[in-house]
C-alpha cells in the first residue's frame, strides 16, 4: 500500500498531460440519439468531429473541447443521406449549393443514372472540383450516353468495331472514377440494345469492381422479363446489379409486387448481389416522349419529325399510344403531367387530357394522342406519370435491400412544375412511413439511407458514426421532420432537418443553409486500381 502510494502521484501526473492532449473538436455534437447507420438501436451520446473526420463516437467527456457545440437534446444524429439516384448534370452550376438535397438531409448523390451521364468523366469531375457543390457527387457512365457518341440514334446491334470502341470509352470511364454503369432501356438508343452487348459492356465496369445499375425494359406489363434481364447480366458480367426505382405501373399490374420480389431474393440466395432503390410515391417521372413507341424514335429529332409526316405511319403511332393506354385500364391521358415544358410554360403542371381540351379538341384518346405527339415535336418535355399503387410502394418499402433515392435534379426554384421527389424523398419516408404509418422502423429507415447506399456503391468511408469516417452528419427532429412538396405546388423544402455537415463543414444550421460549399467528388475503386489495357475485356482474355 506505502509503495502504490508512493507513486500514485507519479501515474496521475502521467495521466494529466494525455488529458491536456486530447485534439480541439472542430465541431461536437452532444447529447444526441445516434443512429450509427447499421440499423441497431439508437444510443445516447456525442460525436467531436476534426479536420473533415469524425474523432470520437460515444459520451464524452464533460470538459471535451471544441470551436463549435451542437446541442442535439431530443433529437436523432446520423450519417448524411445518400441518394443512389438523382440527375444533377446540368444543374451544378445554376444551383451549386443543391438546397433541395441538403434540406433532405442528403449530403452525397449518385448521378449518371438511366444510362445517361457526361462522356468525359475526367472532364466532369474537374468541373466539379472547380465548381464545389454544397454535397459530394459520385458519378456512373451512362451506357446510353457512350452508345450515342458511337453509334448515335441507330436502331440496330453494334458492330464489332463499335462496341470495342464502347468499351474503351466505358474503361476510360472507370479509371476516372465511375462507380459503375447505368442504363435506361426504355430510352433511346439504350432501348435499342440487347443482351449481348450489355453485357459485354458490363463486363469493363466489373473489371474496376464498379456495379451494373438499371433502369430496366420495362416496369408494366413486362417487369418480370425484365428483372430477368437485369438479373442475367450482373450475372454473366460477374458485378452486382442495381434495379433503379423498382415499380409496377399501370393499374393491370398492382398487386404482383411479391413475385417481383421472390425473383431478386431468389437471385441473392443464389449468391447474386443485387439491390434495388425507390422514391416514396405512387408517380413516376420522365420524358413525355416515353408515350411513344421506340421504333419511331430512331435517329434523332428530325427522323422522327419525318416519319411523322407520312400518314400511315403517323395512325399506326396514334394506335399504339391508344392501345398502351387502354392496357392500363384507361380512357384518357389524364394520368401524363406536364412538369416542364419551355415553349409554353403555362402548360405546366396540366394533363394530356387537359390540354388537348385547352386546345377545344375532341375529348377522345386518340385526340389526345395527337396532342402528345405535338408537343414532343416542339420539345420533349418532362412529365410527370400518376400510375402506381400505395399498397405497392409500401410492400417493396419492406425489402431489407432496398433504398431511398429520389431519381431527381438540382431544383432551381420555382422553375416548373416538377414531382415532388426531387424536395422530399427522405424526409416523406421518415415522417409519413416510419412516424406515421410505421412501415418501417426509424433505424432500419436511416441504413437504407446510409451504410446500404455506401456499401453497394463503394463509398468507403461513409454512411457510418464511426471514428475515421467522414463527417458527413444529419442532426434531424424525428417527430417534425416531414416533407412539404406537392404535386400541385412542389417548390417547397422539406423540414425538421436542424443541422447538417459535409466533410465536417456545417452547411445547416438551425434549418437554414448557410452556403457553405464543402462537398468532394467520390470517385470509384477504379480511379485508383491499374486494371488490364483498355478495350481488353473479360471475354477478350478467355479467348
Partial sequence: MKLLLRFLPLLLGLALPARAQQPRADVLIRHGRL????????????????????????????????DTVIDATGLAV???????????????VRQPTADNFLYDGVTTVVTGNCGS????????????????????????VGHGTVRKAVMGRARRAPAEAELRRMETLIDSAMRAGAVGLSSGLIYVPGT?????????????????????????RNEGDSVAFAVLEALRVGREAGLPVQISHLKLGGQQNWGHTAEL???????????????????????SSTSLSTLLPDDVQADGADSLRARLQRPRVRAAVLRSMV??????????FSYAVVANFPPDTTLNGLSVEEINRRRRRPHRARAEAATVLELVQQHDASAIFHGLSEDDVQQIMRYPHNMVASDASIRVWREGVPHPRGYGSNARVLGRYVRELRVLPLEEAIRRMTSLPAQTFGLAGRGLLR???????????????????????????????????????????????VGARAGQVLRGPGAAAPGPPAGETGESRRR
Avoid: C, K
Avoid at 453485357?199 to 451494373?212: D, Q, S
Avoid at 440466395?269 to 416514396?280: A, F, H, S
Avoid at 392501345?323 to 384518357?332: F, G, M, V, Y
Fill in 467 to 513: 471514428p475515421g469516417y467522414a463527417a458527413d452528419l444529419v442532426v434531424f427532429d424525428p417527430m417534425t421532420v416531414q416533407d412539404r412538396s406537392t404535386f400541385a405546388q412542389p417548390h417547397q423544402y422539406s423540414v425538421g432537418m436542424r443541422y447538417v455537415l459535409v466533410n465536417g463543414r456545417i452547411t445547416v444550421w438551425e434549418g437554414r443553409h
Fill in 192 to 216: 435499342y440494345s440487347r443482351l449481348p452487348e450489355l453485357v459485354r459492356l458490363a463486363r469493363v465496369a466489373a473489371r474496376h469492381r464498379g456495379l451494373y445499375a438499371t433502369h430496366m
Fill in 117 to 140: 451521364s457526361r462522356l468525359d468523366l475526367r472532364r466532369y469531375f474537374r468541373l466539379l472540383d472547380s465548381t464545389r457543390l454544397s454535397v459530394n457527387v459520385a458519378s456512373l
Fill in 78 to 92: 446520423a450519417p448524411g443521406f445518400i441518394d443512389v439516384h438523382t440527375h444533377i448534370e446540368d444543374d451544378e
Fill in 35 to 66: 443512429y450509427d447507420g447499421t440499423g441497431n438501436a439508437w444510443t445516447y451520446g456525442d460525436v467531436a468531429l476534426r479536420q473533415g473526420r469524425i474523432v470520437a463516437v460515444g459520451r464524452l467527456a464533460a470538459d471535451y473541447p471544441a
Fill in 261 to 283: 420480389l421472390g425473383l431478386i431474393e431468389t437471385a441473392r440466395r443464389t449468391g447474386q448481389e443485387v439491390t434495388i432503390d425507390q422514391y416514396p410515391y405512387t408517380a
Fill in 323 to 332: 392501345r398502351r393506354l387502354h392496357a392500363r385500364q384507361l380512357r384518357h
